[in-house]
């Protein structure tokens, strides 16, 4: 069965630090993968996606960037975090082709002090 | 543009109340409809969908039907328990939109036992 890791769940980082969130699918090959965000008590926003590897999408321009190194490996980054950038994130996993049903990990809630 | 407009919570309801959480569409063509549903601290799982006009989709005794005519996708449940507080998120996937779900904005449920 397909499963889907995001870590590190929880992150407190200081304003103008750097960041990396890890996201790994198992079970499932050429996923598309997708970094959202939830800032507090707002709905989902879209930030990147991506349909291969070394192909991403940005949604939002902001000062994230993503990765995808791998085939089932995605990576959001930061060169200098802003108190703007606290919130949860939530990386997600879907079949290629026109399904639409996502697959959630259990999210990581960054909080920019 | 596709869209999804849900109403706003919270919603507050007693254990063993009805359930309705209003969900309106605009989509060009046919979409696929969505309700995913997030517990505290947790990612998103999908909940029930319905992928042509006049399906009901129904799960965990939450039902929606895909009614064409008003654009909805109402979720409703006949008796709500306590452990069914979370946030409901209604989306909607086209062939418009490409790989993507387009989210409405979450509303959030309260059961008090």
């Known amino acids: 069965s397909q499963t889907i890791h995001q870590w590190p769940a929880t992150l407190v980082q200081p304003v103008g630090s750097p960041l990396s969130l890890e996201c790994t699918v198992e079970g499932t090959s050429n996923p598309n993968l997708y970094w959202y965000r939830q800032a507090a008590g707002r709905g989902l926003q879209l930030l990147f996606y991506?349909?291969?590897?070394?192909?991403i999408s940005s949604e939002v321009p902001q000062n994230l960037s993503a990765s995808r190194p791998q085939d089932r490996q995605f990576i959001l980054s930061s060169k200098k975090l802003l108190l703007s950038d606290s919130g949860f994130y939530l990386c997600a996993w879907s079949v290629t082709g026109p399904r639409g049903e996502l697959f959630f990990g259990e999210g990581s809630r960054l909080t920019v002090l | 543009g596709d869209s999804v407009t849900q109403m706003e919570g919270p919603v507050t309801l007693s254990e063993e109340a009805f359930l309705t959480i209003n969900c309106t569409y605009t989509?060009?063509?046919?979409?696929?409809l969505f309700w995913y549903v997030q517990y505290p601290g947790e990612g998103l799982q999908l909940l029930l969908k319905?992928?042509?006009?006049?399906d009901k989709g129904s799960n965990k005794g939450f039902e929606a039907t895909y009614r064409k005519e008003t654009t909805s996708f109402h979720l409703e449940k006949g008796s709500v328990q306590v452990s069914d507080s979370a946030v409901y998120f209604c989306?909607?996937?086209?062939?418009?939109?490409?790989?993507?779900?387009?989210f409405g904005g979450g509303t959030r449920l309260m059961v008090k036992p």
């Open positions: 989509a060009t063509g046919y979409p696929s």
């Open positions: 991506s349909v291969g590897i070394g192909q």
């Open positions: 319905a992928t042509k006009a006049d």
């Open positions: 989306a909607l996937y086209s062939n418009n939109a490409g790989n993507m779900l387009t």
